[in-house]
């Protein structure tokens, strides 16, 4: 009902940029949050970043001041600027949209299917 596509993955060297960008679609009217979320090997799946309606974003203390989130409504997707990436940045990276409100109803919760990021040291 909802489809969230993730790009922008890749392997970078430490110390080096990504931009993830991610698109949802599925005859949509309002996404409430939109946010990025990554699960690294072996750990539990974290919260990145994420951003409401308002624009009022929040970060994870591991990448503030590393990592800048936007998002734009008309177009419904959201982005994630990654600087001065590090090896422990390495993970799965996943678009999360919350609360959807489409054409056909309510989604609480919609997850894209995930792009690997690689930092090497």
């Known amino acids: 009902q909802v489809q969230l596509v993730e790009s922008g993955g890749g392997l970078v060297q430490a110390g080096g940029s990504l931009r993830l960008s991610c698109a949802a679609s599925?005859?949509?009217?309002?996404?409430?949050?939109m946010g990025w979320y990554r699960q690294a090997p072996g750990k539990q799946r974290e919260l990145v970043a994420h951003i409401p309606g308002g624009g009022i974003t929040n970060y994870a203390d591991s990448v503030k001041g590393r990592f800048t989130i936007s998002r734009d409504n008309a177009k419904n997707t959201v982005d994630l600027q990654m600087t001065s990436l590090k090896p422990e940045d390495t993970a799965v990276y996943y678009c999360?949209?919350?609360?959807?409100?489409?054409?056909?109803?309510?989604?609480?919760?919609?997850w894209g299917q995930g792009t690997l990021v690689t930092v090497s040291s």
């Open positions: 599925g005859s949509i009217f309002r996404i409430n949050v």
């Open positions: 999360n949209a919350r609360g959807v409100y489409t054409s056909r109803g309510f989604v609480s919760d919609a």
